[in-house]
T-cell receptor
Framework: AQSVSQHNHHVILSEAASLELGCNYSYGGTVNLFWYVQYPGQHLQLLLKYFSGDPLVKGIKGFEAEFIKSKFSFNLRKPSVQWSDTAEYFCAVNAGTYKYIFGTGTRLKVLA | GAVVSQHPSRVICKSGTSVKIECRSLDFQATTMFWYRQFPKQSLMLMATSNEGSKATYEQGVEKDKFLINHASLTLSTLTVTSAHPEDSSFYIC??????????????FGPGTRLTVL
């Protein structure tokens, strides 16, 4: 069965630290990949997406992600986090159908 | 563009009553809409896929008689939680797919509805 893994469940960083959140999926065919952010008490917001082309995708708020097909990964990065980045981050994969499969989420806390 | 709204944003009801949640695509036609459920501090779980003019497809383990889905128009899908119980309390999120757009494989998410059953 298709699955999405986010290995970091909780991450705590100080402001200005660099961030990398892992996302791995299991599907051998063509995939569309997404990262969403959910701020406390708010709804999902799309950070970035990958459909095709350049595997390095830049999104909003200074986030980027790299699709590495050979590793079935789509890790999210930000060079310098801010306190306002405290949120939960979800990786999602659309593989073969139009359904999304979400990862379990990573809760990020940035200390001021 | 690609805005999805949900109504109500919050609802509190008594056990045994039914609650209807609306999901609307405001600026595009959504032939397919999706309903998710999110428990506190957990991920989104797909409940069902709603296709305009046809019966919804439910994921394994989701009771179709409890969670009634209607997708009567290209811009509106409704989820009715029938005979609600406290364990149905959750955050319900809908999304819609713009089949005609360039991002035809992308889903656009609504803001969610927080249901509390007393």
């Amino acid at each position: 069965a298709q699955s999405v893994s986010q290995h970091n469940h909780h991450v705590i960083l100080s402001e200005a630290a660099s961030l990398e959140l892992g996302c791995n999926y299991s599907y051998g065919g063509t995939v569309n990949l997404f990262w969403y952010v959910q701020y406390p008490g708010q709804h999902l917001q799309l950070l970035l997406k990958y459909f095709s082309g350049d595997p390095l995708v830049k999104g909003i708020k200074g986030f980027e992600a790299e699709f590495i097909k050979s590793k079935f990964s789509f890790n999210l990065r930000k060079p310098s986090v801010q306190w306002s980045d405290t949120a939960e981050y979800f990786c999602a994969v659309n593989a073969g159908t139009y359904k999304y499969i979400f990862g379990t989420g990573t809760r990020l806390k940035v200390l001021a | 563009g690609a805005v999805v709204s949900q109504h109500p944003s919050r609802v509190i009801c008594k056990s045994g009553t039914s609650v209807k949640i609306e999901c609307r695509s405001l600026d595009f036609q959504a032939t397919t809409m999706f309903w998710y459920r999110q428990f506190p501090k957990q991920s989104l779980m797909l409940m069902a896929t709603s296709n305009e003019g046809s019966k919804a497809t439910y994921e394994q383990g989701v009771e179709k008689d409890k969670f009634l889905i209607n997708h009567a128009s290209l811009t509106l899908s409704t989820l009715t939680v029938t005979s609600a119980h406290p364990e149905d309390s959750s955050f319900y999120i809908c999304s819609a797919r713009d089949r005609t757009g360039a991002s035809y494989n992308e889903q656009f998410f609504g803001p969610g509805t927080r249901l509390t059953v007393l």
